[in-house]
């Protein structure tokens, strides 16, 4: 297939979703596609149907631009290999990353799983913590006695 901007071979294929029913898929070479991707949003008929809110209120070239001030990695980098450099990124990038994490998992924030067989597991671990601050707190009160009860109850919870 050839580009549908010059006459090399297209090896990059960007599909942009305009609304509900309505995809636009385009054919270009390396470098063409390079310069569509870093195009503004105004400068580009297709990208400017799918302008949204978030980006509406900074202008194209400066997400495009923005890196992050610990790895060096530029929006765009990140756009084209959708791989982040660093844990940092995730908060440079966050008013773009949020949509499509939220598209993707269908939620905002990571919680976790726990495995079946070890419910009990668990609760034992959760109480052992609740435990141990209430030690804390006895100690730090001056209640010898009810610090000693709860060494004891964390003792007999840890040998099980």
Request: glycine share 4%; charged share 35%.
């Amino acid at each position: 297939m050839k580009c549908q901007r010059c006459t090399r071979q297209a090896t990059r294929h960007i599909t942009d979703v305009l609304g509900y029913d309505q995809v636009e898929e385009v054919h270009l070479c390396e470098g063409c596609a390079d310069a569509y991707l870093s195009e503004p949003i105004s400068a580009n008929p297709i990208k400017k149907k799918k302008k949204s809110k978030k980006v509406a209120s900074e202008e194209p070239e400066d997400i495009a631009s923005r890196q992050c001030p610990v790895c060096g990695l530029k929006f765009m980098d990140y756009r084209n290999t959708t791989r982040l450099g660093c844990s940092h990124d995730y908060q440079e990038f966050r008013d773009e990353l949020l949509p499509l994490l939220e598209s993707i998992h269908g939620e905002k924030q990571h919680t976790g799983k726990v495995p079946r067989r070890f419910p009990e597991n668990r609760q034992i671990q959760m109480e052992l913590a609740r435990l141990r601050r209430e030690l804390g707190d006895a100690v730090a009160r001056e209640q010898y006695e009810s610090a000693a009860q709860l060494r004891d109850d964390i003792r007999r919870l840890e040998a099980t």
